[in-house]
């Protein structure tokens, strides 16, 4: 484990309280492509992508060793914890959504939408109602770096829900280009999801339906370095993003209040620990962590 320099650039005086240790320690390194970070709190550790090597990763916080939890791995992308602590993965090589069991055994939640193969699932939350909401663009399928090279069956890159009862896959959102990273607000009326396709990149804030789906979706941030990929909430209802430079925080009406400085382009981010003020991040090659003076939102 090695450290850099902790910087945090403020943009709006807002930002001036975040903070947090002087140095960002940098957990592991050497991989090709990290994503998906979701800490399991039961049992301390850290689970990650490494993409194009076909490997999820795992972290112990007690330990600090890096091992891996499973390989092959379907090229996995995002993950999420669900309320019964099992593991969500968004698994762009098989193009499905899956569960991993207490015993270790997987679950398919989702593979295909009225017939045709999705393209490869990219990231993933769940609501409390207990649906699975994902985002499905085209990465995994575009070329056999991070997954294998296929003509999309669908024909677009869209957002989804998983039924909890019946297990349809339904289409919450279609006017995306290639839909990235998602969060629900706390009290769930709200879902923002990032789009790296856009030019420049954005993200979108949506209202949910009490039915389970989406309404509204204007324009809430837009990227001034790069691609906007996987999204987190504080507990002060500020948003995080990683991008291109490291990650960037908007304040809830849109406004970009700061960023915390990375070495590399920065794909996600969770908050972890016993009071969620452990920030994990992956960027490129590396995992990084940083124990900051503010708290990741509840679970809805």
């Known amino acids: 484990m090695d450290t850099i ?38 049992g301390r550790y850290l689970v990650f992508s490494d993409i194009p090597n076909d490997r999820v990763l795992r972290w112990d916080e007690t330990t600090g060793a890096v091992g891996v939890f499973r390989q092959p791995a379907g090229y996995a992308n995002g993950h999420t914890t669900d309320r019964s602590g099992r593991l969500l993965s968004c698994e762009q090589g098989e193009r499905r959504i899956t569960r991993t069991e207490h015993d270790g055994t997987t679950t398919v939640l989702a593979e295909r939408y009225r017939g045709m193969r999705l393209n490869s699932p990219n990231d993933l ?101 790069g691609g906007l990929d996987g999204i987190r909430m504080d507990a002060e209802g500020r948003l995080w993003a990683g991008a291109h430079d490291g990650l960037h925080c908007f304040d809830p009406d849109g406004t970009l209040l700061g960023k915390l400085r990375l070495p590399e382009v920065t794909s996600n981010l969770c908050f972890g620990g016993v009071e969620r003020n452990h920030l994990y991040i992956t960027a490129t090659t590396s995992l990084y962590s940083l124990r900051v003076n503010f708290n990741g939102a509840p679970r809805p």
């Open 5 to 42: 320099r902790t910087e945090f650039e403020v943009l709006d005086e807002r930002f001036r309280n975040c903070g947090g240790d002087q140095w960002v320690e940098r957990l592991h390194t050497g991989c090709r492509w990290t994503e998906g970070p979701a800490y399991f709190a039961g």
């Open 125 to 225: 939350v769940e609501h409390s109602d207990g649906s699975v909401w994902f985002t499905d663009p085209a990465y995994g399928i575009d070329s056999d770096y991070e997954g294998h090279r296929a003509e999309s069956e669908i024909g677009a890159c869209h957002v989804y829900r998983i039924d909890p009862g019946t297990g349809e896959v339904r289409v919450v959102a279609d006017d995306f280009v290639r839909p990235n990273g998602l969060v629900f607000t706390p009290d769930e009326t709200t879902l923002y999801i990032s789009d790296t396709g856009a030019d420049p990149s954005v993200i979108r804030r949506f209202s949910v339906t009490p039915q389970g789906g989406l309404s509204g979706g204007e324009l809430f941030a837009t990227s001034d370095a």
